[in-house]
């Protein structure tokens, strides 16, 4: 049998299959719930539908990049919404694949593949943005169980999850990225406490968390004691790819995101001729119209070289360091996408709350806002380009 | 010249930003918006600026002022825009002093400029009708009726709107909107029937309103300069509240700039302080190059109001441009180093960003004042 | 897609490579530059280039060409651009091939590209009259005049004018400098009466010629296309040069980018490499971006054209528009960053400057090029 | 007697005595030669005015700034060149004041103050570029000489030159910036060579300058063996000040300059206007036109910033810091200014040589490239950022 043979009727059979399965109020809804959700979760997750590129063993589908791709083209030509989504299965998920032993598997894979536990990410702290290594939350080794004190934050999600991954500080004395370990536990356990933070755009998912002699299982470490350093930088590694958007898995997606960009980039044009007017089918301030005809340019450029990268990709390899390019291009231009909108409203773009300004209108002060932390969440600019001019370049320390 | 200050202009610096540090630091700010203060700022502290003179600073002695000239009030808006004070100053103190000023009957001036002096009266002008800055779009129509005028139309971003005893509504007794000739400024109290007014609440958490004028009958009295010349009286007043504008926005950019270099001073990340980091530095001079031509271009830009010079205007728009676009560039600068501290509503160095923005999209921004720069320059 | 290379790709690009580096490195214009040399280019290496395959790379292979696309034209001027190669590839194995395919007799097709396939002729597109990129800028008179025309005008920036056989002269037949309609397009041997060529010597150390046309007697034979629908016949000739060029741009930017990471790694000062420099580090991480996009954008440009996708003049001028931008950027970088030795004739690092601002303003800079983009995208 | 009466009688005494010696070919001849020349140099230096605020003893005017200030304007008024320029009187001349000593200053000055004797600046050499205290051009001493070997790049007017001032090597085993000496000596002597060096731009008055054995009287060494660094520090910040221009000698001076820069300007835009077409007044493309005034707009911030400086320092103060402010802001905003240029002319402005471009075209051309180097030359931008971070700024190392 070929292998065009084989994808074909793969195709067909998930076809069928999706026709069968897909709960019809969940056709086109790209963030769905209710008890509808929880019946596709059981499907795809029984299936092996849920995590396609993760072992059969564990829950996954074992399925090879061709077969996701039909599997996710075919997803798409329906409108099926993927069954999970976060921290779980983007970023846990494949570091337990690659660091954690058979048992800590079987535990947790299960609860990411259907959707059954929320995860958090215990990384940042005061004292530690970008030295991300510097960290002091201490994790003291009692019997079977670690107690920790110490305080995250930017824990996005924290105030809806269930457990949290952690960074902790097992050795204080050892050589700062040698004395970490990761280390899994129940947020609901005694001494936890989140609370939200507000940020310059509003409210936020983001939070504080604060630990006070919160014991965890020693058998939730994850690798090594000591050696968690490595998992960490794996993960970030994930995160990014995760932040620059888009450009993980093959063309299929690529596409996609291709299109949504193209429909939001005529939407800015046609903004633009209602705010500025339209001199004969031109926006009428030529400056401004230069400044969008450059972001427009650089965004097709991006996403040409992200279809690109994934094209030289071999399939299965992890991200490489071109990931630190597009987590730092694209921040940088969604900054500068949210500076022009905010010249094209004026002062139509300063409203805060409150009916003189449209959903818009008020949605635009707040993006504008919250798009400054692009390009310092997930690694800040300055880190990326250190790592770009480092790794990339090869340029000397 | 007038590019550095006197002594007394010394004394008047050290006073102002003794008092703003005291009394109205950014906390004050914070804390009329997280009451929704429904004034906006606090009448008692606008009281005792008035007292210490500088509600009327630009204001003759006859009326209750202090006959200082634009370089002191520079001087007071800058210190003003080291702590974001939401006080009325462009609104009444500038715009609504100068324009009943030049504008108004000497009866209504001794009326309102003693309230403006003492800080009992606030003023509005009521002019944009679009978010981008254009000075004559104005739709807004004043048709004759009886002795008097009708006024209808719509005004955005009326500046201290909703507080105001009285607005200055510019409408249009001729022309269409783009034309400069057939504007006429009206003197409208808050309170006449017709008028309405929204607040609207600003990402800076200061004072602007929506005013819908419908069918106001205004007299013949009511009218400021010149029925469809008020862009005569108008213009030399916009130059004036933009050079003032230009001088809180230096103060919001200097305090935003020196915020960012301290911090970059005792922030420690890879066990050194973060301003060691040879691309934070280079950037960091970069920025404070572009802060000392601020400063000069407002300062001469004051000067040249106060001795009258001819090129004025062309100093005002570099003066906006100038300090519009240093201010974007250090406010967004201060918020990438700050780094996640940044991002929050704790720290201050965030609300100096939407004050920045918001400033710089009042009055023209820097594209607009690059364009009029330009022609004022024959090209 | 066509964002990566084929196996067949990939062995060209390492032919060229080789071949241009050994052949044609920058030494080899710095000679033709040093010498005066009256050609401007080295017609023996040409010859080898022809032989190669190079000079009729898009034809098709009854014209004696290689019969393969823009994909390897792209390839191969990448190469070229690497080495500031001068021969002359924009002017006659784009331009002149393609207009002399697209509009040319069977007759005369037989006789020109077979030449341009051997290298033997060289042809030449005499269409701008003003410095700045104007397509439909045309003054230049055909009158009607018995059976033909009679030419007369000027013509600046004609890429290997006084070296080519044969010009094609872009006059107008009906309607004004600006119209898009009434071009037409004229095959003119360089030796006709009234053609007067005058070579100008280039910054880059490229081929340019002034032509000026007075009274030039041409038959109806000699029109290329339909008289007075020339830009139908231009406009995609035009689209295939700029695309051409941003190739040989990619391969100038990307050589000055690589040298300059070179020197980077080894220029010592303070006793440590310069690259280890943090704010040299960003900025060129800064220009790696800069750098990647810019050759996606072209690979998909090149793809476009042989795939006749409807949006190609889009792609055309981002291509042009990011690589003229991409290699301004990274010359004058590298010449900083070069620092003294970077201005000095010696170094060859300012033949890139140069050469990039050459490229740049032929036809059309990044400016011109967003305009477009602008326009082709409804705004 | 009040000091403006003083400054009055003063003025009356310079006006007449300049209309009593200023040659009248020389009235408003920036840059005279000639017979009359060598009369005025004569006539300026013996009446003190070549040189006004150095010290009367050496050959100076013994003037303080006020009276400084009169000169310049009487001067102007009538459009006297200055008789003399070039590093000696802007470069050497203050050092040698500062740090030379008596019979140092007498042989010297007066070569300087009466145009007698070229100097030239021996710094740079190919390894020591923005790091100079990395030089290697060695001088050991010979009894009352030293004899020097090493090379010199960079060295401006060298051909031209009489003498150099150089900074030599004297311990090449000290710590770098502790084994350098200030010495001056004849360029004709044996064993120097000069080669002129060609830019990119085109010829220019930069030599490299090779010694072979050169003898140097020891009593030409300027302050103390070995610590000549300290001298050429004092030395850079006059060079710096030279080369950012305008804004040295209080108002009078900055006005002259602001006055030239203004007429430039509306050059600038009529020749804009010519290129680029002329829509109701404006310069038919609004996107360089914009740029236009982005340039002449920082033009204006950075000459009032100058006067701001010079208004600010007290009269006989040295340069301070702000030096390095001046010389990055101009010569990056000259670079932007020549980069404009070519935008406007298009092709028109890539004419190397010939008919085919007028003067000003081919003077564009050659102008934007030699406006490279002003990033470099006199300290690069990149140790102008360094210097203000440090010394302005007060960031860490």
């Known amino acids: 049998m070929s292998a065009t043979t084989d994808l074909d009727e793969f195709r067909s059979e998930v076809r069928t299959w999706l026709e069968e399965n897909l ?12 008890s509808d959700l929880a019946l596709w979760r059981q499907r795809m997750g029984d299936r092996g539908f849920a995590c396609p590129t993760w072992p059969a063993e564990y829950g996954g589908g074992g399925l090879d990049a061709a077969h996701t791709r039909v599997l996710q083209q075919e997803m798409a030509r329906v409108g099926a919404p993927p069954s999970v989504r976060g921290f779980g299965v983007s970023m846990l998920g494949p570091v337990l694949l690659e660091f954690a032993n058979d048992a800590q598997k079987r535990e947790h894979l299960p609860g990411i593949i259907y959707g059954r536990v929320n995860w958090c990410q215990g990384y940042s702290e005061p004292g530690a943005g970008s030295d991300l290594a ?43 990225h040698d004395g970490i370990s990761f280390i899994l536990f129940d947020l609901k356990s005694p001494g936890v406490e989140v609370r939200p933070i507000r940020l310059i755009s509003g409210a936020s998912s983001f939070c504080e968390v604060f630990f006070k002699d919160v014991h965890a299982k020693a058998s939730n470490l994850i690798g090594v004691e000591n050696a968690g350093w490595t998992i960490a930088k794996r993960l970030l590694q994930h995160e990014r790819t995760m932040l620059s958007g888009g450009m993980g898995g093959g ?18 044009a046609d903004m633009a001729k209602k705010y500025l007017g339209d001199a004969d089918g031109r926006i009428a301030d030529p400056v401004l119209r230069d400044q969008l005809a450059q972001l427009e340019l650089d965004g097709l450029c991006y996403r040409l070289t992200t279809l690109r990268s994934a094209a030289s990709a071999k399939a299965g390899q992890g991200p490489g360091h071109t990931a630190s390019m597009f987590k730092l291009y694209a921040s940088e231009m969604n900054k500068r996408r949210q500076e022009l909108t905010m010249s094209v409203l004026g002062s139509q773009g300063l409203g805060w709350e409150g009916e003189a300004f449209d959903a818009f209108e008020r949605g635009t002060t707040r993006q504008w806002l919250r798009s400054k932390g692009n390009s310092i969440e997930g690694g800040t600019s300055e880190v990326q380009l250190n790592v770009i001019a480092k790794r990339v370049l090869g340029l000397p320390d | 010249m007038a590019l550095v200050l006197t002594e007394e202009q010394q004394l008047l610096q050290e006073t102002v930003r003794d008092f703003v540090r005291e009394k109205a630091p950014v906390k004050h700010l914070r804390q009329l918006r997280d009451t929704n203060d429904k004034v906006g700022f606090s009448r008692d502290l606008w009281k005792e600026m008035a007292d210490l003179g500088w509600a009327g600073i630009i204001l003759p002695e006859e009326h209750g002022g202090s006959g200082l000239g634009y370089a002191e009030l520079g001087i007071l808006l800058e210190e ?16 609504g002093a100068e324009l009943i000023q030049k504008g108004a009957s000497e009866a209504q001036q001794k009326e309102i400029l003693g309230g403006i002096a003492e800080g009992r009266t606030v003023l509005a002008l009521a002019h944009q009708e679009q978010g981008r800055y254009s000075p004559y779009a104005v739709s807004t129509r004043a048709e004759a009726a009886g002795d008097g005028f009708q006024l209808s139309g719509k005004k955005t971003f009326v500046l201290d709107g909703h507080v105001a005893d009285s607005l200055i509504v510019v409408a249009r007794t001729s022309g269409a909107a783009g034309d ?25 958490s200061r004072n602007s309103a929506v005013v819908e004028l419908s069918n106001v009958a205004v007299s013949r009295d009511q009218v400021l300069g010149d029925v469809g010349a008020g862009a005569d009286l108008l213009d030399p007043a916009l130059d004036r509240a933009t050079v003032a504008l230009s001088a809180q926005l230096l103060g919001v950019l200097t305090e935003a700039f020196e915020r960012t270099v301290e911090y970059l001073k005792t922030r420690i990340q890879f066990d050194v302080p973060i301003g060691s980091f040879q691309a934070l530095k280079h950037r960091a001079a970069v920025m404070f190059c572009e802060v000392e031509l601020s400063k000069s271009i407002v300062m001469d830009a004051l000067a040249a109001i106060d ?4 090129n004025a205007s062309q100093l005002v728009s570099a003066a906006k441009a100038r300090t519009s676009d240093t201010a974007g560039l250090v406010t967004r600068e201060a918020v990438q180093m700050f780094g996640g501290i940044g991002m929050t509503d704790e720290e201050e160095i965030g609300f100096f960003l939407k004050r920045a923005r918001a400033a710089e999209l009042t009055l023209g921004d820097g594209s607009f004042h690059r364009d009029r720069f330009a022609q004022l320059n024959g090209y």
């Open chain 1, 23 to 34: 709960p019809e109020t969940l056709r086109g809804r790209a963030w769905p719930s209710g």
């Open chain 1, 134 to 176: 510097s960290l002091q939350t201490r994790a003291v080794r009692e019997g079977d169980e670690y107690v920790i004190n110490g305080q995250k934050i930017w824990t996005s999600g924290a105030t809806e999850a269930d457990w949290m991954f952690c960074l902790v500080r097992t050795d204080p004395r050892a050589p700062k």
């Open chain 1, 251 to 268: 063309t299929a997606p690529g596409r996609a995101a291709a299109g949504r960009a193209a429909q939001r980039r005529n939407g800015f």
């Open chain 2, 80 to 95: 003003c825009g080291r702590t974001l004070v939401p006080e009325p100053f462009l609104s009444t103190v500038v715009l």
């Open chain 2, 180 to 204: 400069r000739d057939g504007l006429t400024l009206f003197l409208v109290p808050a309170e006449s029937a017709g008028v309405s007014i929204t607040r609207t609440v600003m990402v800076d």
């Open chain 2, 307 to 310: 001795e009258g010079r001819e």
